[in-house]
């Protein structure tokens, strides 16, 4: 059974920095795509970035350029750096591998 846990959540100020963290156990990682959604309140989750197996990432328009994906393959970890952030960033982000979710983190970012 997969588990997945993100952290590095927070509140922050408009402009500042988070990187957001999820590890993963109970699945062959590597072979896998990875992917960080996000769910703002009211709306739909959507799809922030993500990485394939061989390295290959995508961004959604609204992060291009601020946000940067990663993944680890000794640690099972994939990552979200994110810059320069804006009160529109502020949601709840998961990671997703295969059909499984993580709880998320939450990310406030105040204007």
């Known amino acids: 059974q997969a588990r997945i846990m993100e952290s590095g959540g927070g509140l922050v100020q408009a402009g500042e920095s988070l990187r957001l963290s999820c590890v993963v156990s109970?699945?062959?990682?590597?072979?896998?795509?990875l992917n960080w959604y996000r769910q703002a309140p009211g709306n739909q989750r959507e799809l922030v970035a993500s990485?394939?197996?061989?390295?290959?990432?995508n961004y959604a328009d609204a992060v291009k350029g601020r946000f940067t994906i990663s993944r680890d393959n000794k640690w099972n970890k994939v990552y979200l750096q994110m810059n320069n952030l804006r009160p529109e960033d502020t949601a709840v982000y998961y990671c997703?591998?295969?059909?499984?979710w993580g709880r998320g983190t939450g990310v406030t970012v105040a204007s």
């Open positions: 997703r591998i295969g059909n499984f």
């Open positions: 109970g699945l062959n990682f590597r072979i896998f795509d």
């Open positions: 990485i394939t197996s061989s390295g290959s990432t």
